[in-house]
């Protein structure tokens, strides 16, 4: 119990002393960790659990939508991923289909993927400026 109680801490602390960009990779691993449980689930005829993933996969990729900036060109392109996703999960969820969710667990794995090159390239421009 109070290694349990100890992590919690750590995992509550880690979130709210982390930067915009690593609360995006920790988003991004949650998707990637609710979908794959979710095909676990369906995989295991677990289909309230299956559900209860999904949704929680869905919710992330809406809090993607919602907090995009739209000032920016490339916020459109992930607009139409992030709602090709949120429609996909949904699907997937109404039908309980494990290969629909393994297409969106591919989207998830470059987005994610992609931000923590990105990530590291900014890191490294940041360096070399200072």
Known sequence: MIAFNAYNQYKENSINTASPEELTLMLYNGLIKFIMRGIDCIEKKNMEDANNNIIRAQDIVQEFINTLDMRY???GNLNSIYDYMLRRLIDANVSKDKVILEEVLEFAKILRDT????????????????
């Open 73 to 75: 060109e490339i916020s």
């Open 115 to 130: 931000w923590e090159e990105a990530m590291k390239q900014a890191k490294k421009g940041k360096k070399s400026t200072t």
